[in-house]
């Protein structure tokens, strides 16, 4: 089993940044691809941006690009998602996650196997 804690969020202003960890604990050698997700009340969890196995290579989702930034350690088993210029639609609950198959990543939550409990972010205008 893998148990993944994120940290970091908080109430902000709009135009302000924020930087989210997620640490990882237990079984990470079976640990690929880490993503983001979003949750806002009332609507769908969805994608924010992946990192693959490597560390190389990240997806944003279009809401996001270009402002957000995420990266990993592997010596910390921790990822990391740096939002800049943040938004009142950037509020909702963050979620780690982490899939024990794909190396690439996926904008799909169906490949993850491990989530984390999230982390607020407000953002207020």
């Known amino acids: 089993q893998v148990q993944l804690v994120e940290s970091g969020g908080g109430l902000v202003q709009a135009g302000d940044s924020l930087r989210l960890s997620c640490a990882a604990s237990?079984?990470?050698?079976?640990?690929?691809?880490m993503g983001w997700f979003r949750q806002a009340p009332g609507k769908e969890r969805e994608f924010v941006a992946v990192?693959?196995?490597?560390?190389?290579?990240?997806y944003y989702g279009d809401s996001v690009e270009g402002r957000f930034t995420m990266s990993r350690d592997h010596a910390k088993n921790t990822v990391y998602l740096q939002m800049n210029s943040l938004k009142p639609e950037d509020t909702a609950v963050y979620y780690c996650?982490?899939?024990?198959?794909?190396?690439?990543?996926?904008?799909?939550?169906?490949?993850?196997?491990?989530w984390g409990q999230g982390t607020q972010v407000t953002v207020s205008s």
């Open positions: 996650a982490a899939s024990s198959s794909d190396v690439h990543g996926s904008s799909w939550r169906g490949m993850y196997d491990y």
């Open positions: 237990g079984r990470t050698g079976s640990m690929y691809a």
């Open positions: 990192v693959s196995w490597s560390g190389r290579n990240t």
